[in-house]
């Protein structure tokens, strides 16, 4: 696709500016490794050998009773009785960062919240979670927030124009308000004191 005259000319003013290109770049790197976030920072392994076969729980719900455990609820792989019937038949390999969002790390040498260590590169909260694996789900559900929120805005906010500037009169009195920004921030802090804080009712 070539863009045109002007866009060139705004694009190579836009990699003039050295701060905001090179933002650029660092932000959209970050992104593309928060969108893969799964796999760098997860308590579940990304591969796993047992039997001479080849299984990714990630991807996939594997019972302890399968890996010869006493439980059919689904394996955890941080347990040491777990991992030791894995590496009995087969070997595992973790993420880079083995731990999710949520995860609780109970074998911790200080109390929580602990500080930076070779384990836990960022510390944990004061709920033993950590602090970097957090910060990647974080990242990632705070941009696309933030790019669908702006999708649908925009398509919300140029349908409404049209409407208004189409017909006037008494429809500009009665759009107005709804997309009135103040009113908006009201109706978002009595959602968000009455539901539970979840993406898609924050979304709403």
Do not use: C, H
Request: no cysteine.
């Amino acid at each position: 696709m070539k863009l045109s005259p002007l866009n060139q000319r705004r694009f190579k003013n836009f990699k003039l500016n050295k701060r905001g290109w090179y933002s650029f770049w660092i932000f959209f790197f970050f992104f593309i490794v928060s969108l893969s976030a799964d796999f760098i920072s997860n308590d579940k392994p990304l591969l796993i050998k047992f039997n001479q076969s080849y299984y990714f729980p990630i991807l996939q719900v594997l019972p302890e009773t399968f890996f010869g455990g006493d439980f059919e609820t689904e394996a955890d792989y941080r347990d040491p009785y777990v991992r030791k019937l894995i590496k009995n038949k087969g070997w595992v390999i973790m993420p880079l960062i083995p731990y999710y969002y949520n995860t609780i790390i109970r074998d911790l040498n200080v109390p929580a919240p602990s500080p930076p260590s070779r384990k836990n590169w960022l510390g944990t909260d004061d709920q033993a979670r950590d602090v970097l694996a957090r910060l990647i789900y974080g990242f990632r559900i705070s941009i696309l927030f933030g790019f669908t929120l702006t999708f649908f805005s925009m398509i919300i906010g140029v349908t409404a124009g049209a409407i208004q500037g189409y017909f006037g009169g008494k429809i500009d009195l009665f759009v107005d308000p709804v997309i009135d920004g103040r009113l908006s921030v009201v109706i978002v802090a009595l959602l968000a004191s009455a539901l539970t804080p979840r993406f898609t009712a924050i979304l709403r």
